[in-house]
């Protein structure tokens, strides 16, 4: 008798279902193999993606900017020249205003022994490449405490406080000076006009004799100036510390916009190629320290933009650094 071999039975897969299958498949080992390679290479995607920081100052109807600056500082100086447009564009729509950086020192004696170095420490400053011999670095250090030392490098109050400026005491003098310009009139072009003549034709060794000019020149009132610095020097001092202490500002130039540092570090990237996006716009970190780019920050300040702030400023022949100060 013969044994009936048994057919075994397949199921029976439809065309679509195995073209399904093999996508589900090769869909699996793409991914797979992603997962694979970002644990043992790293996921480097989010690192060609640069964020943009954002600038949203509180707004109001008449936004304010402070320029925190020394009458010397070349970058306070350039920052200058950039915002001067901005002021002329916007007029009595902003409050922009100078605010002048001083140095208030109570007991000079123990400020000069802090920051004339420590004599005892030449050794290490030798080996530390800081001096050639010990003899030049006891020198050199006996010399700078002797200069930090002379009360004519200073402004003195009546009550013994000394006050003074990076630049030395001259540029503190000029400081004075232009605030007291600003005081004078209301006409802010005429301390435009001082102030960058005094930038372009002054410098710390002449200014004492060289401001006079510019002022006249400026349609300022020279004798007006001498005497606000006469008898209101201390007082206008110590109101531009306030400020300075105020908005914690320890550099030239500082810009603040309704009480919010412009730019902010975030604004800032390492490579110079950051963003900064000010209401709808995205400001370059290139530009940051350009006419419109000034003007965009104040501009996102108004609760109401005026039709000023549609104008596109130019861009100076020699344009504020994006970074800097003193």
Not at 189 to 205: A, E, H, T, Y
Not at 220 to 237: G, V
Not at 264 to 285: A, C, F, N, R, W
Request: aromatic fraction near 10%.
């Amino acid at each position: 008798m013969t044994k009936k071999t048994k057919t075994p039975k397949y199921v029976k897969i439809s065309t679509p279902a195995v073209v399904f299958f093999s996508l589900l498949l090769s869909l699996v080992s793409f991914y797979a193999g992603i997962s694979y390679y970002q644990q043992h290479h790293g996921d480097n995607t989010s690192s060609d993606k640069k964020s943009v920081a954002s600038f949203q100052p509180t707004k109001s109807k008449k936004p304010e900017l402070k320029f925190f600056v020394m009458s010397f500082c070349p970058y306070g100086n350039q920052i200058e020249d950039v915002i001067r447009p901005v002021a002329e564009l916007l007029k009595d729509k902003t409050d922009i205003r100078p605010q002048y950086i001083f140095n208030k020192i109570k007991d000079l004696n123990t400020y000069c022994k802090n920051s004339s170095g420590d004599a005892s420490k030449c050794q290490s400053y030798v080996e530390n490449g800081y001096f050639k011999t010990v003899a030049n670095c006891k020198k050199t250090l006996t010399d700078n405490l002797k200069k930090c030392l002379n009360t004519n490098d200073y402004i003195k109050s009546q009550d013994g406080n000394f006050y003074s400026s990076l630049h030395g005491r001259s540029e503190a003098n000029q400081d004075i000076r232009e605030i007291c310009a600003w005081q004078q009139t209301d006409d802010k072009s005429k301390w435009w006009k001082f102030v960058l003549n005094v930038n372009k034709n002054c410098n710390p060794q002449n200014v004492d004799s060289c401001w006079q000019k510019q002022a006249n020149q400026a349609g300022l009132d020279e004798n007006k100036i001498t005497d606000c610095f006469d008898h209101q020097a201390i007082a206008l001092i110590e109101k531009e510390i306030e400020q300075t202490d105020k908005y914690k500002v320890t550099g030239s130039p500082t810009l603040i916009i309704n009480g919010e540092n412009f730019p902010p570090e975030s604004g800032y990237t390492k490579d110079g190629k950051g963003g900064l996006k000010i209401g709808k716009k995205v400001v370059q970190q290139a530009d940051y320290r350009t006419p419109n780019g000034i003007k965009e920050a104040i501009c996102s300040a108004f609760k109401k933009a005026p039709k000023e702030c549609k104008k596109t400023l130019e861009k100076l022949d020699k344009s504020a650094p994006a970074s800097g100060g003193c």
